[in-house]
């Protein structure tokens, strides 16, 4: 059976409703996109007129502003976005980011024109969010998505400066900005390092391991990823570095595997130059992108698009643990062959988070007008330089001068933004896991996500009243 995107988030969330004890007019309200705003604007492209279709939707207002990426792909179209969207709500609920869902989209491929082009779709767009007041620092925060990055955020912040000038927080419209322009140090790994960190501390449940037939822990487990964009080459380096061996990598062109690990940047540096990760010396390759996600392997990471495992390609799926750092990677079939196999499924609600959690920290870190850092660092390096040599003293032992350094290194902004990073994943990781455990009758880690969410905005609902 072939599920509409937004179809399936809403047969999720039915799912786990019947898990929460809230009336069912709220849970109907939390389900509706709030707000949908289709567009079409002209913009001339050489001498020629092109008509563009782009969205803005706003799931949900229980909390404020909104904050969802921009997509450009071909693919893009309401369902897709209405479901995006809601999957945002869901997602910083559970995270604990207090802003409401919301997801835009251009249906254009950023790849036929260029880059003057796409700034002029990028800030035409930005000007009809502004006319009907879909942007703004304390109304929707866009961010990039599939197809967009830095640069685009940066020309929708000039747009935005530009028809709203001496707003104060206006650096607080748009994140995932280049740090030159109000963005935050490590944003750009955010996602991919969000989704180690959510997998790592399921690995550090033993109870879970237990019944994966794992060992805990990340050291020594296989690693397959699917995605060299962004996210799957930040979550393939933090596998890595955490000692997990990474034996295959896809890409839309094939697949690439090699039993003694691969390296991303390598495999990164050998597409680029050749226009493909095939023929990457010492792996072997696999003749379509699908057959990596098939492979033995201890843990499976689809990082690309929506829907790449269904109910057809999930029986051969061998993976002991799935963590889908794309949105949407499976489908409701795909759910339930996994639960009856035992196989389980970190699901993307959260475990992709990671992006939008350090996007709230850039926002506040725009509305403060101040680096993450800049006050205390100094500070806290002389303080801890000062409690060192008072040891050094009194024990008459000396600490070697790498010790000094690490013990002595004040906070920089990256450091804190990952450490915020890791605690907002291990928390989340872990009220889901109790979620589940403490109901018998929830079906998979999915559902029990899903009741986090719909508790966390059904409250809202319910302390704040309905108006009028």
Known sequence: ?????????????????????????????????????????????????????????????????????????PSVNLDEVMALAALMTFKCAIVNVPFGGAKGGITIDPKKYTPYELEKITRRYTSELIKKNFIGPGTDVPAPDYGTGEREMAWILDTYMSMRPGEIDALGCVTGKPVSQGGVRGRREATGLGVFYGIREVCNMEDIMKKQGLKPGVANKTVVVQGLGNVGYHAAKFFREGGAKVIALAEFEGAITNPAGLNEEEVFQHRKKTGSILNFPGATNLATSGDALELECDILIPAALENVINGKNAPRVKAKIIGEAANGPLTPEADEVFAKKGILVVPDMYLNAGGVTVSYFEWLKNLSHVRYGRMDKRFTENMNTHILNQIEGLTGKTVSQKEKEFIAHGADEVDLVYSGLEDTMIAATREIMEVWKTNPDIPDMRTAAYVVAINKVGTSYAELGIFP
């Not at 179809?7 to 019947?18: N, T």
């Not at 001498?47 to 997509?71: F, L, N």
Request: net charge positive; hydrophobic share 40%.
């Open 1 to 73: 059976m072939e599920y509409k995107f937004f179809e399936a988030v809403e047969k999720s969330f039915d799912k786990a409703a019947v898990f929460t004890n809230w009336d069912p007019g709220i849970l109907e309200q939390i389900k509706q996109c709030n707000a949908v705003y289709r567009m079409f604007f002209p913009v001339k492209i050489g001498d020629k007129i092109e008509v563009i279709k782009a969205y803005r939707v706003q799931h949900s207002h229980h909390k404020t502003p909104c904050k969802g990426g921009i997509r450009f792909a």
